[in-house]
């Protein structure tokens, strides 16, 4: 699989298919893998399709900087790769966290994206956020500190799961034992304190921020009605704040018979709420009536 060097890491990614292309980023800290079955649907409907391992995730390497946010950190090294791969200005595509990123890659990014697909925009509940946080930053923080890290090496914690990225890249574990626990600690510290300001939602945007961004924007809600990780009413907040967006409703909007079947995937933890059957709605957003393309075709 191929590999390239974006600031100063290694990223792992993959580009597959022809057309106008859709770069998308799966949910939680997962590795490419989660996001293939989504991509190959794009794939077969006419995309060029761009997956990637995020830094800190999956075989790309480690990367613990001065930046204010690891979303910031993700959606840089993400427009550094498509930049050096000649793929820019395209949709960039992103589910749950990935949509966060989504949004941060186009606000520090201006004139990168073409357009944005937002599947199951994170809560906006603030308790929840600095729950994620106190799991994936704080604690991982602490463990360096008290025990060094070589413990952070053997042990996964929040989304963060450093034993798979020692095991798919054999850079990494020299590289991880190699930092420095207080400063180490010191990002991971840093990267909580934002993830748990409870905006984070929106990649620490503001409401004003989010409707300047002036992107065709597909918003397609989570499979969470009211309560949960992924509920209706956050999607509804970006749609509203994103002046000309296009809200989707996936179980409202596929037929009956598909919906059953998507929402058992999702529960089952295989539809990681960005199933296949919803490829079609982002292709009738980029390529409908409006004659909006993707990017550059290849």
């Known amino acids: ?41 794009l794939r077969a409907l ?16 480690f990367l613990f900087d001065g930046s204010e946010s690891i979303y910031h950190v993700f ?17 960039i595509a992103g589910a749950s966290a990935g949509a966060v990123t ?20 994170p809560t906006d509940d603030a308790a929840a956020w600095q729950g ?4 994936t930053f704080l604690q991982p923080a ?12 053997e042990i996964s914690l929040g989304l ?25 600690a010191s990002v991971l510290r840093r990267w909580g304190r934002s993830c748990g300001s409870g905006r984070e939602h929106v990649a620490g945007l503001s409401d ?28 509804e907040r970006l749609h509203q704040l994103i002046r000309g967006s296009r809200l989707v409703i996936p179980y409202e909007a596929l037929p009956a018979e598909e919906a059953q079947k998507v929402r058992a995937r999702v529960e089952e933890g295989g539809g990681r709420w960005y199933d296949a059957a919803l490829a079609p709605f982002v292709k009738g957003f980029l390529l409908g009536p409006e004659g909006r393309k993707a990017g550059p075709a290849a």
């Open 1 to 41: 699989m191929p590999v390239r060097m974006i600031n100063g890491v290694q990223i792992r990614y993959e580009v597959e298919g022809s057309g106008p292309v859709v770069a998308f980023t799966p949910g939680g800290f997962w590795p490419l893998e989660e996001g293939r079955p989504f991509a190959e649907a």
């Open 46 to 61: 006419g995309f060029r399709v761009v997956l990637y391992d995020r830094p800190n995730c999956g075989a790309s390497g």
């Open 75 to 91: 959606a840089d090294c993400l427009h550094g790769l498509l930049d050096d791969l000649g793929l820019l200005p395209c949709c």
């Open 102 to 121: 989504a949004l941060s890659f186009a606000h520090r990014h201006p004139g990168a994206a073409t357009a944005l697909a937002l599947f199951s925009p």
């Open 132 to 135: 994620i946080a106190r799991a």
């Open 142 to 153: 602490r463990l360096a500190e008290m025990c060094g890290m070589p413990a952070v090496a």
């Open 160 to 184: 963060f799961d450093f034993p798979t990225g020692v095991a798919m890249n054999p850079d990494n574990r020299p590289a991880l034992l190699a930092m420095n626990p207080s400063e180490f």
């Open 208 to 235: 004003q921020e989010i409707s300047g961004l002036g992107l065709p924007t597909l918003v397609l809600a989570g499979p969470d009605p009211r309560t949960g990780l992924h509920p209706r009413h956050t999607a």
